[in-house]
């Protein structure tokens, strides 16, 4: 990655608390186009509650978010939809609408004509390989089928920054890796991502840039090699970590320990 081009996403500092709770606790971040970024971290880590902040969905108790170079509660609604697409860890949506119907929704904030929309809705599906699904009623989807569809959904809105949370959560491994290498390819056209992610291999081999959160705080953040620190990750999951070197891949091997010390298979 580079820093020619200004950092698309900056958070400074950030905190958030709920009566005595501190969810979020000194968060500073910048996202880079053309970088996907990964948050990983136990549970109650505070990932799902920086995307909800990243999103602009939730207002930070202090600190500040700028998206573009402008304060993210700035934005009217359509022009934050036309600049960032998220996808929430559970979609809600029990209505009998088809998946087509579904992906065109992330259409909503553009003013597309009729061939335009059709045209946009079609790549989606083709890329979450969802064509074939593209009649179904949403609800009579599988868990991963539903999943897919929100992020064509998603990906339809087609905006420069991406923020999926948990996107991969109930794929099976061969779309996990889709999803990621969707990720890659908006990062490539010049888009940043931002995912949380808990499987630390998957965010490992696919990820630009990795940050390790642990009660509310940023405690690692850099190039895989950096952040899958056996130490550090053995201390935040509180679980005996090894981390090697990926018999195929230039990118680090996590494995969790038994109580033997031996590697969990």
Not at 153 to 163: G, H, I, N, S
Not at 171 to 177: C, E, F, G
Not at 179 to 205: F, K, P, T, Y
Not at 226 to 239: A, F, K, P, R, T
Request: proline share 6%; charged share 20%; with cysteine.
């Amino acid at each position: 990655m580079t820093d020619v081009h200004p950092a698309r996403l900056i958070l400074t500092d950030v905190s958030y608390t709920v009566g005595a709770a501190t969810l979020l606790q000194g968060v500073s971040l910048a996202v880079q186009p053309g970088e996907v970024l990964v948050l990983v971290g136990p549970n109650g880590a505070g990932k799902s509650t920086l995307m909800n902040v990243i999103s602009g969905d939730l207002a930070p108790t202090s600190g500040t978010v700028t998206l573009d170079g402008r304060a993210i509660g700035s934005y009217r609604p359509n022009e934050l939809a036309l600049r960032r697409a998220v996808l929430p860890q559970q979609s809600l949506l029990q209505f009998a609408f088809t998946v087509r119907e579904v992906v065109e929704m992330g259409r909503a904030p553009h003013d597309d004509t009729a061939e335009e929309l059709r045209a946009h809705v079609e790549r989606a599906l083709e890329r979450t390989e969802m064509a074939l699904f593209a009649d179904r009623v949403y609800p009579s989807l599988s868990g991963g089928e539903k999943a897919r569809a929100q992020l064509g959904r998603v990906l339809a809105q087609e905006t420069p920054l991406l923020l999926l949370d948990e996107p991969t959560a109930s794929l099976d491994i061969r779309h996990q890796q889709h999803v990621m290498h969707l990720a890659q390819d908006v990062a490539a056209e010049g888009g940043s991502v931002v995912a949380v992610i808990h499987d630390l291999n998957l965010a490992a081999s696919t990820a630009h840039r990795i940050a390790l959160l642990h009660r509310g705080r940023i405690v690692s953040d850099g190039a895989p090699w950096v952040v899958m620190d056996e130490q550090l990750l053995s201390e935040v999951y509180q679980c005996p970590i090894a981390v090697s070197k990926h018999p195929i891949l230039n990118c680090p091997l996590v494995l969790p320990l038994g109580r033997n010390g031996s590697t969990v298979t």
